[in-house]
């Protein structure tokens, strides 16, 4: 067991570096597609260019060899505790060393660990248990931590407690781990004296309870929880630490209103690219859904050698084949059964709803916008109030030729941005940063701002006209009409917003838009899913869409007025005219 050897000193039994790269290698090659789906082989090349990353000058993170050796060193040296294995202790699997390589071979430059919340998906019975254990041990004892607080939470207390349980007996049949840090061993926690720290099992009902400061939550079969209140709480009282863990566990489950839809498509779209959160590790195995967009085909649901894809601890335990075998004959013969074998079995979503934009065109269209160049250019503008607590935008559109050209402002309340950064998944405090959120307000949005900033355009840009959409706002339209800012009311439905999303998807399919790689808009397509009237005409839908689509909402209208302008008329002729309404 570990000691209280420096680092330089302790040397390790094997290069576990060097079987997490295997393992991404073998993820990527062709020849294994079969084995490794997309969004593991997307971890792949997000860990191997990470490491590339880290070697460059000026890199925001380190890869510390001996950090991600040394967690998997210390999980080879727990027992097992459940079932029969030709050896006394665990023996990792190379998924299981990929991930831990990653979650603490990766280094902030003052030394604490890069990734602060990591979600490990995969389906039952893949000992995703047995991994959380070590590294909630790990965080207990080994990380330096003072006073460290280890939580297994879920919804019910019995949920809570199978993590816990699995570490509690291996530290009970662990004795040069109990000395080597002090362990006592109790009835519902873990003492561990050497540091202060203690490790116990918490649900939803007991989670108001004073006194919490945990550096190390695992929140087990995330899918479960009906609502975000348990993440909220705890989240809130880890505000002190400086080095915490944030270490999601699932199986998918069946729809909910709950957290994980919304973590689950966040991690899909760090592993893209479509975020960059290098706070995040995302590790999602599962059989592959058909999507043209990312270029995979559906799995055969009974197709043995796609099942580890969702299962890559089958090729070493011959007893989960068998069991995996079983219930597909059963899903097979019996209806009943067909729907939890996909998802607990093949981990798949119990619904998979699409996107509506081809992320790997739009991401194309990344074209800077001259707004110097487009200010004699008549443009449209298209205005979505529909949100007071969060995001508002209003953007231009500019129709140059056959290409589409937009730019847009988006503004927030510093609550929000509070709420986003206390739940670690979106970035808008670098976008705040960055110039591409504006904060306005502070619990909701100051329309003042936003107001002074369509003046500004109508004095600076050619604008023809406003679109927008009067839910939240009619006293600031009332004022902008007023300050003879054109705008025209946009129907919020299929009828309005067809036409312009089939102009907008026209464009960007064949890379005639340009976005400037705008990272909020990019991140409010990724979101957008839409819905079809009984005429198939197509509308944003903002019930089902994951998470904001303000500003592609506020692009589809723009587009949508002056798709009308440019029907009406010879369009060159028009452009060439200079016409300015509202001028």
Sequence with gaps: MPSAKTESEQTHDKDFVAIAKAYAKKALDKKNRKRFGIWIRLAAQRFLDDLERAKKKGAPFKFDPWHANDVCDFGEKLPHVEGKWETPTIVLHESHVFFLVQLFGFRNLDGTRRFTTALFAIARKNAKSTLAAVIALYCQVCEDEAGPQVITAATTYDQASIVFKVAKRMVEKTSDLREAFSMG??????????????????????????????????????????NHDLLNVLKSAAGARGNPLWLYLTTEGYDSPGPWAEEREFAKKVLRGLVQADHYLAIYYAVDEKSEDLGTEADDDFDEEAWHKANPLMEVNPKLLIEIRKAAIEAKEKPGTYGEFKIKRLNRPSSVAGGWVNLTKWRECKGLVDLELLRGVPCWGGLDLSSTNDLTSFRLVWRLEDWLY???????????????????????????????????????????????????????????????????????????????????????GPQSYHPAMQDLELHYMAGKLAHGNDAVLNWNASNLVARQDQNLNNAPDKRKSTEKIDDMAALLMATGVSLTAASQGDMDGFLKSGIKAGR
């Design 185 to 226: 061993v109790f009835a519902k926690a873990i003492a561990s004296y050497s540091n202060g720290g203690t490790f116990k099992a918490l649900h939803a009902k007991a989670s108001t309870q004073d006194g919490l400061n945990p550096s190390c939550t695992v929140l087990d079969e995330l899918h479960a929880h009906k």
């Design 406 to 492: 937009t730019y847009g402002w988006r503004w927030v309340p510093p609550a929000a941005t509070r709420r986003r950064v206390a739940r670690g998944l979106v970035p808008y405090q670098s976008w705040v940063e960055s110039g591409l959120l504006i904060e306005s307000g502070e619990e909701v949005i100051d329309y003042a701002p936003i107001e002074a900033k369509i003046l500004e355009v109508k004095e600076t840009f050619n604008l023809q006209l406003v679109a927008y959409d009067n839910w939240n706002a009619p006293q600031l339209t009332q004022r902008l009409k007023q300050a003879s800012v054109p705008m025209e009311l946009f129907r919020q």
